[in-house]
């Protein structure tokens, strides 16, 4: 009789120890391969059949170790799209389930040189689940500003966009560029990454900027004004010397752009003389003086380096007028009244026959 004890328990133990090696194999990676596979899993699939097409899948070595480890593990495994490999303990995926870790769509946003906030919250809207008027009231959260710029995180942030009369305090600030983002992303995240490209862009001048004897949001403005003024770097230089000139002369700037701005109308649409005329703190058509040997209030798009690069270094002329061919884009440069009026008048001409 004790023979027959003797047995059984070595045959159980057996069994036990062959089991458990079997669950621990069977909980193990199937393999060292980390090709991501997309599994989905349906509202309401039982427990039973995820397991069943993780083994069809080839994601797991066994169904029956996974199914003892979900009888024993709670928890409510959750629908969608998961990124698994074979290199994934199944006790992995289990948790990437229970914690609802899906697989999420990523989006292209591209926000072109030149354009401006509002433009901005366009592409954000069309392409995510954010609506214009959401994205444009935290871009105005002063809380919200003064956090970033008490951040030091971006070094180019001070005070001066939370100034009375500014109409959208990070205009300028956030640098045109393509960008991904996950579906899910948040206002925050994609105003500070934009930020944080900015920063990336704006390091090389850093130096040429903080000694320019202007303030970092003094030359912003200045290169939107010249990114919406000219095209071409070589252009952009000439116009950034005239505007400075001006600035330093007293001069008005005399850009129709910041008119535009100033009355929120696109480079396209129409402008009557009195809007050419408003008194807002952008407009530098201004004829009264209160413009003179000044610049907007802030920048009037976002700018791009070449457009940074061409206001720190302006070309070595002395113009103080241009005009640009509205036909060709091409700009022509003068150093006195006359001639700008006598170009002006010869383009008129030249686009009115053509």
Request: charged share 25%; with cysteine; glycine share 6%.
């Amino acid at each position: 009789m004790k023979k027959v004890v003797v047995i059984i328990t070595i045959v159980f133990l057996v069994l036990v120890c062959a089991l458990g090696g079997f669950y621990v194999w069977g909980m193990g990676a199937k393999s060292e391969n980390n090709e991501i596979k997309i599994f989905t899993i349906l509202p309401g699939t039982s427990k039973q059949d995820i397991v069943k097409n993780l083994a069809k899948e080839g994601l797991i070595r066994s169904e029956y170790p996974l199914l003892a480890y979900l009888f024993f593990h709670g928890g409510n495994i959750q629908a969608g799209d998961y990124e698994l490999s074979e290199n994934m303990p199944p006790a992995k995926m289990v948790d990437k389930f229970i914690a609802g870790e899906v697989k999420l769509e990523t989006v292209k946003l591209t926000f072109l040189e030149g354009s401006r906030i509002t433009d901005y919250g366009e592409v954000i809207a069309e392409n995510l689940d954010i609506p214009l008027k959401t994205f444009i009231d935290k871009v105005n959260d002063k809380e919200y500003l003064q956090n970033l710029i008490k951040s030091e995180e971006y070094w180019f942030l001070t005070e001066e966009i939370l100034q009375d009369g500014i109409y959208y305090p990070l205009e300028g600030y956030l640098y045109p560029n393509t960008y991904e983002f996950y579906e899910n992303t948040t206002m925050e995240n994609i105003i500070e990454t934009l930020l944080k490209e900015t920063k990336k862009q704006l390091e090389p001048y850093k130096e040429a900027i903080l000694n320019s004897g202007y303030t970092t949001h003094q030359i912003l403005t200045m290169a939107s004004i010249v990114d919406k003024e000219a095209k071409t770097l070589d252009n952009r230089k000439t116009v950034s010397q005239v505007f400075w000139t001006r600035l330093r002369d007293n001069w008005s700037l005399g850009s129709d752009v910041t008119s535009y701005y100033g009355v929120q109308k696109d480079l396209t649409e129409g402008i009557t003389i009195d809007e050419l005329l408003d008194k807002n703190p952008y407009n530098t058509r201004l004829t009264d003086g209160t413009m003179n040997g000044k610049l907007p209030i802030g920048p009037i798009c976002n700018a791009d380096v070449t457009s940074i690069e061409a206001t720190l270094n302006p070309s070595p002329t002395n113009y103080y007028y241009f005009v640009a061919n509205v036909c060709t884009g091409e700009v022509f440069f003068q150093t006195t009244s006359a001639e700008f009026e006598q170009k002006a008048s010869e383009l008129r001409s030249v686009c009115s026959a053509n």
